[in-house]
């Protein structure tokens, strides 16, 4: 992001009233917080994709052959 972008953004937020600033700084906690958390999701998913593909791979082949059970909910 552009330092005229942040600026512009600084400005537009210092326009507000100062409980209305707290309020728009709560919401782009939360939401900056959401992207890294949905960044950590992405890069974990990414990591294990092959490892993950080569275990639905597996389970393909064994559901082929009947080497797997229906799994019953009643023996949990």
């Not at 937020?13 to 309020?23: F, T």
């Not at 700084?25 to 960044?39: K, N, Q, S």
Request: glycine share 2%; charged share 40%; hydrophobic share 35%.
């Amino acid at each position: 992001m552009s330092t005229t972008t942040l600026t512009t953004i600084i400005k537009m937020i210092e326009s507000l009233p100062e409980d209305k600033q707290e309020r728009v700084v709560d919401h782009l906690r939360y939401y900056i917080a959401e992207l890294e958390d949905e960044m950590k999701w992405d890069k974990l998913f990414k990591d294990t994709e092959k490892d993950l593909s080569t275990i639905a791979q597996e389970v393909k082949q064994k559901v082929a052959k009947g080497e797997v059970e229906d799994f019953d909910f009643n023996r949990l």
